[in-house]
């Protein structure tokens, strides 16, 4: 291997970096506890041993007969028929190009295989262009659910034509000049102000209330054999989640005083038991960049087409940061679902493994894992892993600051 003199540099730093954070979890408690991601998301995770987190055991087939002289009601084993029997009022949903055709039946065909072959949710497929017909007949021919295809309005995906143009390009230059991922891309930005404010406005939706989002190209390592939906309509939940992140600062340099403002204007919207806790480390008054990875979700989308969203998108959008900044959609939905609902309304799905280069959920607990079949690594969680290095990080600012 030829690496550069740089490169070997950057190796080397890393390594002492890498073996550092290690021996610290081993030797200090304030930072093992400051660093381990459950302690991050510990209010969603659920940390005894029955773990009041986990999927009620109801929501699971019931276990084969020993025997087969029943006679066969053609409805399957049980003769429960509750749960096993209603369905939820949700969707998949992808946003895809025709071009994504290969990596978007990818992501379907593991769908399908680990979890909707069972269950026959709907499709909805939307892109800013009309699909073509190679691209619906690889899609239609994965499932036996209904798969719609739509067209995105121009009004819902395209720069508004009151943003600055000038003030928009200045910023995105800028942002090129700083190496900032997608920071010249006006179609990321389009993208990120869809899925932020409009995907849940088209007409293929409108029948749904819950969905699931997929992406081209991402991976489910388990076999979900619960229905996730039901467990979010049943439970009252709102937004669930399995992957969480640090947001690049530089993308939304301004706005978190946007959501200052707004929750001052509108207090009304705040909900009582809310999750601030989990976006700030000093009570609102500095965001700490922590939120959900949003292309995997599986959330309500009553809750987005509600008073308290409506307005908030609204507020954020009027002040043109989704394009003189690069505001993402998962710092503005995240925000959103800790601020407007309470915590309990926020589901971590430990049970759903999942894949988005370059960061994987394993689910954590051996019977978990076993039991979903998974072909993931649990040793190789590598965005818990980065995310308690990054912490790492500021633990030993923060003691660096106090000492
Ligand atoms: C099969 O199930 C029936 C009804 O539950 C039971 O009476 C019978 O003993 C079972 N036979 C065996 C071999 O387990
Ligand atoms: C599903 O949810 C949507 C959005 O709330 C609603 O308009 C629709 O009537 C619901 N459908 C059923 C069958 O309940």
Known sequence: MNVSPVGRYIILVLVILIGLHSLLSFTHE????????SSLTSQWRGSTPSNPNAIPEDYYPPPPPSNSSQTDTGLGAGTDLGIHQRKANATFVMLARNSDIDGAV???????????KKFGYPWVFLNEEPFTDEFKKRISVLTDAPVHFGQIPASHWYQPSWID?????????AMVSE???YGGSVSYRNMCRFNSGFF????????????????????????VDFDPFLFMQDQQKIYGFTITM????RTITTLWDAVKDFMKDYPQYVSPGNAMNFLSDNGGSRYNLCHFWSNFEIADMDFWRGEAYSAFFDYLDKRGGFYYE??????????AAALFARSDQI??????????????????GDETWKRGKCSCDQGRSFGEFFSSFVLGFKWVLDELGRG
Not at 246 to 249: A, C, H, I, L
């Open 106 to 116: 990818r992501s379907m065909r593991e769908a399908e295989d680990r979890f909707n």
């Open 347 to 364: 589901h971590f799905f430990n049970e759903i493994g999942y894949e988005h280069n370059p960061y994987t959920h394993c689910p954590q």
């Open 200 to 223: 849940f406005k088209h007409d293929l939706l409108q029948p749904f209330r819950y969905y699931w989002r997929v992406e081209p190209d991402v991976h489910f390592h388990c076999d």
């Open 246 to 249: 640090y947001e690049y600062e």
């Open 165 to 173: 143009e000038d003030r928009a390009a200045a910023s995105r230059n």
């Open 179 to 181: 190496n900032v991922i």
């Open 30 to 37: 304030g930072y093992n506890s400051a660093t381990s991601i």
């Open 326 to 335: 690069r505001w993402g959609d998962a710092p503005v939905h995240s925000i």
